[in-house]
C-alpha cells in the first residue's frame, strides 16, 4: 500500500529528520518530537478549522481552469519547494492581554483622545486631507439644518463658468477648513438659484399661456373660427418639431457643449456654424411651408379645407403662423448657447413676453369687435382687417421672444458671424444620432394628427359651440398644468439621484427613487384628478364664460372626461424617466407608438358610435385610456429592467388607498357644487360660489379620510407644511 506524500514533514526515509530540513525546535526530545502543550489543547471557541477536512474542496471547478492552467509560465514564477509552505494566520483570535490589569477603582477607561487634526491612517481607504471628525455635539446642534446633497452633475459646469473662455485645467483641491463646511459652495448655490429662476419662469410661462387660451378662446369663440385659428396656430409647432425641433435637441444641442468644452475658442464658431445652419433650414422650410399651406390646412382638417370661408381664413392665419418656425429654431439654439454658458433664465422667461404680445393683440381685438358671445363672429363674418390683425400680432409675438434672446448672448461675449463652413464639424450626424427622437415625434404626432381630423368633423356635425377642437385643447391645457406643475417638480429633485443610480449599476436605488416619485407625486394628482371630475363644469363655466354658456359647458364635460386620465398620464412620465435614465430612447418610442396607436383607435371608435355633440367627450376619455394601457406595457418592461422588482405593491397600495379617500370627497364635493350651480345659475357669480365650496369640501375630506387611513405620504406632506409654516 502507498503511503501518502510526507514532503511538507522535512523528514527522510526513516522518519529522521533530514540534514536540510528545519532546525529542531527547543524543548525537543531525542527524536525530535515536542511535548504537547497544556493550553494549546483546550478548544478555542473563535478558532473553528470547519472546512479543513472539505472532501469537495478537491473538485472546486473554479480551482481547475484549464485555461489558466495552460497560461500559467512556471519558468518565470515557480511553485515553492515542498516544505516551504506556511500555514495562514486564522482570521480571527483572541486579542492579546493586557500587561496589567484594570484598576478596580476607575468603572470605565478613558479612550485615548481624538487627534487633533486629520488622521494619518483612516480605514476603508479614506484621504487624511479631506477627513473631517465630527463630535456627538455637532451632530445633535446640527441635526435641524437643511443641508444639501451635493450635485451629481455639477462637473458638467465647471468647465464652462467664463462666460465661454477655453477651459482652465482643473488645479488640485486644498484641504478644506472646519469652519466652511456648514456653508454651501457658491456652485451648488449658484445651481440651485438657476433651478429657482427656470421653475419660476416656467410656472409664469405656463400662466400666462393659459391667460392666452382663455383671450382667445372669448374672442374668437369655440366654434369653427377658433378651430380655424387653433389649427394655423398648432400648424408651425407640429412642422417644427417634425423637421428640425428633434434632431436639435437630441443632437445639435449635445455637440454644441462638448464643442465648448474642447474647442480652443470655446465653442463660439461651432455655435455660429449652428446657428447659421438652423436659419439657413429654416428658412427653406418656412418658404415652402407658406406655398403649400393649403395642402397643410388639408392634412390638418378636411373638415375645414371643406368649407370654402373656413379653408379661406384658416389659409391666412396659416401663411401668418408658419413664420415662426424661423423665430421658434432661432430661439431655441440661442437658449441652449446660452444654457452651455450658465444662463438658464433667458430660455424660460422670454416666452412669456410672446404670451403678454398674444394677448395684448387679442385684447385689441376684443376692443374693437367685442367678444364672441357679443359679436356671434364666425369664419364668413370676420373682416379681413381683424384676420390680419391676429395674423401679425401672433407672428410678432414670437420675433419678440426670440429677438429678446440676443441681449443675453451679448452679456457672456458671444457675437453671432454666420459661418457656411459645415463639412467636417460634425454636424452631419443628424440622422444617425436622432433616429429614435425623430420617430418619436412622428408617432406622436401622428396621433394629434388622428384626434384633429375627428375633432373638428365632430365639431361642424354638431352644430353646438364647444364641441370641436378648440374645446379639446382648452380642456386639454387645464388638465395637463397639474401634471406639469406637480409631477414634474417632484422628477426634478429626484432625477439626478435616479442618474446616479442607473450610472453606478444600482437597480435597487433606481426602483426606489421612482417608487418615491410615483407616491409623491400622487399625493397631488389624484385629488386633483378627482376634482376635474367632480368640478369639471363649474371651472369651465367660470374660465369661458365669455365664450358662451352653451360652449363653457361643453368644455366642462369634456374636462370631466379627461379627469381620471391625469393618474396614468402621471404616472407614465415618471416610468420612462427610468429608461431615460438608462439613456434607453427606443423603449419611450416603442411606448408612444402604443399609446398613439389606442388613443387613435378609440378616438376614432368614440366618432363612430357616439352622438357628435358627444364625440369629443369620448374622445377625452380615450386619451386618458391609451395612457393607462401605456402605463401597463412600459411599468412591464421597466420592471424587467430594473430585475423584476419596481416596488409594485407599495405604490398599487398608496394609490389605492389615495382614491379610496378621493371617492367620497369627489361625491360630497360634486354634489354640493351641482346644487350650487342649479340654485344659483351657471354664471361667473354661481361658477365661482360653486367651485369654491365644492372644492373646500372635497379637499377637506380627502385629507381628513386621508389621515384617517394613515396614508405615510399624506401624513408626510402636512407635516412638512407645519414645519415651513411654523418657521
Known sequence: MNAPYDGDRGQGAGGAASPGGPPVP????????????????????????????????????????????????????????????????????????????????????????????????????????TTQFVGVDDLVTQASDDRQEPDAFAHLFRDQEGSGKPPVPPQPEPAPAPAAAKGGGGKVSGLLKSSAVMAAGTLVSRLTGFVRSLVITAALGA?????????????????????????????????????????????????????????????????????????????????????????????????????????????????????????????????????????????????VYGTSAESQMGVDTIPPEGVRLLGIGTLLGLVVQALAMIPYLRETGFRFRPRFDWKGHGLGKTVKLAKWTVLFVLANQAGVLVVTQLATAAGTASGHDGTGFLAYSNAQLIWGMPQAIITVSVMAALLPRISRAAHDNDPGAVR????????????????????????????????????????????????????????????????????????????????????????????????VVLPARWAVVGMAFSYGL??????????????????????????????ARLCMAAVPAALVGGAVGFGILELVGTGALGSLAALICGGALLLGIFFVAAKKMRIEEVNGLVGMVRGRLGR
Open 512 to 607: 426606489d427613487d421612482i417608487s418615491q416619485g410615483l407616491r409623491n407625486s400622487a399625493v397631488a394628482i389624484v385629488p386633483v384628478a378627482f376634482t376635474f371630475l367632480a368640478l369639471g363644469l363649474p371651472m369651465a363655466t367660470l374660465l369661458y364664460a365669455s365664450s358662451g354658456i352653451e360652449a363653457a359647458r361643453s368644455m366642462g364635460f369634456i374636462l370631466m372626461a379627461f379627469a381620471l386620465g391625469l393618474i396614468p398620464y402621471s404616472v407614465q412620465y415618471v416610468v420612462l424617466r427610468g429608461f431615460y435614465a438608462y439613456e434607453d430612447t427606443r423603449t419611450p418610442f416603442y411606448n408612444t407608438v402604443i399609446v398613439a396607436a389606442v388613443n387613435a383607435a378609440a378616438s376614432a371608435l368614440c366618432y
Open 26 to 129: 527547543p524543548g525537543a526530545g531525542q527524536d525530535g518530537s515536542v511535548p504537547p502543550d497544556p493550553y494549546l489543547q483546550q478548544p478555542d471557541p473563535y478558532l473553528q478549522h470547519a472546512y479543513d477536512d472539505d472532501p469537495y474542496r478537491a473538485q472546486d471547478l473554479t480551482a481547475q481552469d484549464p485555461v489558466g492552467e495552460a497560461l500559467y509560465d512556471r519558468a518565470a514564477h515557480p511553485p515553492p519547494p515542498p516544505g516551504t509552505y506556511q500555514e495562514p494566520a486564522p482570521l480571527y483570535q483572541q486579542p492579546p492581554p493586557a500587561p496589567y490589569a484594570p484598576d478596580p477603582r476607575i468603572w470605565a477607561q478613558t479612550p485615548p483622545p481624538e487627534p487633533a487634526g486629520p488622521s494619518r491612517h483612516l480605514p476603508y481607504g479614506d484621504r487624511p486631507a
Open 223 to 367: 366654434a369653427m373660427l377658433g378651430d380655424s385659428f387653433t389649427i394655423a396656430y398648432t400648424l408651425p409647432t407640429m412642422i417644427y418639431i417634425l423637421t428640425v425641433g428633434g434632431g436639435l435637441n437630441s443632437v445639435f444641442v449635445p455637440q454644441l457643449v462638448r464643442a465648448m468644452k474642447d474647442d480652443e475658442d470655446g465653442g463660439e464658431a461651432f455655435a455660429n456654424r449652428l446657428l447659421t445652419l438652423v436659419m439657413v433650414a429654416l428658412g427653406l422650410i418656412v418658404a415652402a411651408a407658406v406655398l403649400v399651406a393649403p395642402v397643410l390646412i388639408q392634412l390638418m382638417s378636411s373638415t375645414i379645407a371643406d368649407d370654402v370661408a373656413a379653408n379661406s381664413v384658416a389659409v391666412t392665419f396659416a401663411r401668418y403662423c408658419l413664420p415662426t418656425i424661423f423665430f421658434m429654431g432661432v430661439h431655441v439654439v440661442m437658449g441652449q448657447i446660452l444654457n452651455a454658458r450658465g444662463k438658464f433664465g433667458a430660455m424660460m422667461w422670454t416666452p412669456v413676453l410672446n404670451n403678454i404680445v398674444m394677448i395684448i393683440t387679442f385684447g385689441l381685438f376684443i376692443w
Open 626 to 655: 391609451a395612457y393607462a394601457v401605456g402605463v401597463g406595457v412600459a411599468w412591464r418592461r421597466l420592471r424587467n429592467r430594473l430585475g423584476g422588482d419596481l416596488d409594485g405593491a407599495h405604490i398599487v397600495r398608496t394609490y
